[in-house]
């Protein structure tokens, strides 16, 4: 059964940094693209950033860009998310995602999901 784990969520002031990452299982993770997604409170679900596999190109969404960095570390099976400059309008809850793809065998796969919030 496949897994999403993610951590490193929490409590940072405007202009801090945190780095969230997610522990995946259960499928071919070197060769799959990894997703992170956030959900503020009152608001849909938005991609924040996108890792393809195995050529690790990046692309974010403009909220994000220039402050947020996703990587990847095939050998621990783990995807990160480095967050700097952080603002208010980051808080939200967020959520690693993978699939569909032949590599997730056409599933689609989410994380519990993190809280981060970001507060003075």
């Known amino acids: 059964q496949a897994q999403l784990v993610e951590s490193g969520g929490g409590l940072a002031q405007p202009g801090g940094s945190l780095r969230l990452s997610c522990a995946a299982s259960g499928f071919t993770f070197s060769s799959a693209s990894m997703r992170w997604y956030r959900q503020a409170p009152g608001k849909e679900r938005e991609m924040v950033a996108r890792?393809?596999?195995?050529?690790?190109?990046?692309d974010y969404a403009d909220s994000v860009k220039g402050r947020f960095t996703i990587s990847r570390d095939n050998a621990k099976n783990t995807v990160y998310l480095q967050m700097n400059s952080l603002k208010n309008e980051d808080t939200a809850v967020y959520y690693c995602?993978?699939?569909?793809?032949?590599?997730?065998?056409?599933?689609?796969?989410w994380g519990q999901g993190t809280q981060v919030t970001v507060s003075a």
């Open positions: 995602n993978a699939g569909p793809s032949v590599w997730t065998r056409w599933r689609v796969y």
């Open positions: 890792i393809t596999g195995p050529s690790d190109g990046t």
